[in-house]
Nanobody, 120 residues
């Protein structure tokens, strides 16, 4: 149906920046909400950022002012610009899209995740 592929993760020093990308493929008719989550070792998966279809955005308190979420509906992509990275941001980052696919109802699709490691 829909495949999401995240990329852009890697190793960065504290204070640095990374830009994550999430690319969707499949017979997508409409993408509604796009979310980014992260899961750090030994911790529960947590919400990071959201961008609605009308491009309203929402962020967790821990990343507000440092991270920015974007979407490009024409390319069926989302981006997460991460600045002023801290070792506490180390996690696997996941993208989700609420999408309508030809022949299927609206549902949430998940990517496989991309690792972000911030060294002190």
């Amino acid at each position: 149906q829909v495949q999401l592929v995240e990329s852009g993760g890697g190793l960065v020093q504290a204070g640095g920046s990374l830009r994550l990308s999430c690319a969707a493929s499949g017979k997508i008719m409409v993408v509604r909400d796009i979310n980014w989550y992260r899961e750090a070792p030994g911790k529960q998966r947590e919400f990071v950022a959201r961008i609605l279809q009308n491009e309203d955005t929402d962020y967790s308190d821990s990343v507000k002012g440092r991270f920015t979420i974007f979407r490009d509906d024409a390319k069926k992509m989302s981006y997460l610009q991460m600045n002023s990275l801290d070792p506490e941001d180390t996690a696997v980052y996941y993208c989700t899209m609420d999408a309508t696919v030809v022949g299927f109802p609206l549902q949430t699709y998940w990517g496989q995740g991309t690792q972000v490691t911030v060294s002190s």
